[in-house]
């Protein structure tokens, strides 16, 4: 048992081994080779390895005996493989990114937020947009497009609710899929900080002219959500609010819902909480 690599089992009949120590590649694929024999016997199937970057000289060695590329970020290369005669049900490596969209209100000016980029698509374009961006991993979307607002243009501004998302194919990378989300928030400092990085200008500009520039009317997608914008501003929208809960492994986690009925369930917490006191 010696030879065979130390691995965690998973809820899959999975073993995960994280590589730590340095190794040389021989000794590497023979205890390899064992440790795919033990588990076949005990009848497990999808494994995986997970090698840092000093010890990218094992990944031939593991490629060699079946492995293939899952998925790499800065610091590790995880590679799997599918050792059990069943169908294959490894999932695919993460195929979408969560953009989002923050339309920042002052419902006494009826003015919304906007910028104009230096880089990007939207470069010598000479349109006025949204503040925009894309949700850092362990990031809630009411929490990122708050930090985009505030990193773009030094405004503090609170969630609201969602109004709408919509879903793009092969637009990161010409592969992955973009989930993007078009927020609403309220502000709470009026006085822009561009940041200067990414910002070539910042304001605040009347509704009705952000929602009739000629980008936002020839441009269809663009005018479903300057429309969607215009009559959040002109009447009672509802969109989606946030109900903070736990999951299942008591990790904090929102629920977005219909928001009056998002604050129907607040409140029937709440007064369930003051009950018990």
């Known amino acids: 048992m010696d030879n065979i690599l130390i ?126 961006g894309v949700v850092h991993e362990g990031e809630d979307i009411c929490d990122g497009v708050a930090r985009e607002v505030e990193e773009e243009t030094g405004i503090i501004a609170d969630f609201v609710e969602v109004l709408s998302f919509r879903q793009s194919h092969k637009a990161f990378l010409k592969q992955k899929t973009d989930l993007f989300f078009l927020c609403v928030l309220t502000p709470r400092s009026y006085d822009i900080t561009e940041q200067k990085s990414e910002i070539l200008q910042a304001k605040w500009m009347p509704i009705k002219e952000y929602v009739e520039q000629p980008w936002n009317q020839q441009k269809e997608m663009f005018k479903i959500m300057a429309d969607i914008c215009q009559k959040k501003c002109d009447e009672d929208y509802v969109g989606f609010s946030t109900v903070e809960t736990v999951t299942g492994t008591g990790k904090k986690s929102f629920v977005y819902c219909n928001a009056d009925h998002a604050k129907s369930l607040l409140a029937t917490r709440d007064q369930a909480s003051s009950s018990s006191l």
Request: net charge negative; aromatic share 8%; hydrophobic share 40%.
């Open 7 to 132: 691995g965690e089992t998973d809820n899959y009949d999975g073993v995960t081994v994280t590589m730590e120590e340095p190794m040389d590649a021989e000794v590497f694929t023979h205890r390899l080779r064992a440790s795919l024999s033990h588990w076949r016997q005990e009848g497990k199937k999808g494994i995986w390895i997970k090698l840092p970057r000093g010890l990218a000289n094992l990944v031939e060695s593991a490629v060699t005996e079946g492995f293939t590329y899952h998925h790499a970020e800065t610091e590790y290369l995880m590679l799997v493989s599918w050792i059990s005669n069943t169908p294959d049900t490894i999932p695919a490596n993460a195929s979408h990114i969560v953009g989002v969209g923050a339309l920042v209100l002052n419902k006494l000016t009826r003015e919304v937020l906007v910028v104009q980029e230096k880089s990007g698509y939207f470069r010598d374009k000479n349109v006025w947009k949204l503040p925009t």
